[in-house]
């Protein structure tokens, strides 16, 4: 069974920078693909960044430049380094999983792709 546990969220003032992890129970972890997703109040869950793997990535154009995902396959665990923080990424961020036989993962646009879902760790960004 996948479990999936964030950490890291807490408060920041705008400019500044947090670093979420997401510690999983996977036995074959380079063989799934993982993703950070986040979900602010009264809007749709919204997909950030992707790493397949093997490391390859994608971004979207709302934290392209500002956000670096990565992971470390030894100890399972997921990153997400998030700088120059603005109080719209406030949100509920989690870490999410699907698996991976080689090319890209899913989109991070397709949420419904991704099989196994963390708790969320809370992000508020004050002005």
């Known amino acids: 069974q996948v479990q999936l546990v964030e950490s890291g969220g807490g408060s920041v003032q705008a400019g500044g920078s947090l670093r979420l992890s997401c510690a999983a129970s996977?036995?074959?972890?380079?063989?799934?693909?993982m993703g950070w997703f986040r979900q602010a109040p009264g809007k749709e869950r919204e997909g950030l960044a992707t790493i397949t793997g093997g490391g390859s990535t994608t971004y979207a154009d709302s934290v392209k430049g500002r956000f670096t995902i990565s992971r470390d396959n030894a100890q399972k665990t997921l990153y997400l380094q998030m700088n120059s923080l603005k109080p719209e990424d406030t949100a509920m961020y989690y870490c999410?999983?699907?698996?991976?036989?080689?090319?890209?993962?899913?989109?991070?646009?397709?949420?419904?792709?991704?099989?196994?879902w963390g708790q969320g760790t809370q992000v508020t960004v004050s002005s």
């Open positions: 996977i036995n074959t972890y380079s063989m799934y693909c």
């Open positions: 999410a999983a699907h698996g991976w036989i080689g090319g890209d993962c899913a989109n991070y646009r397709l949420t419904g792709a991704y099989d196994y």
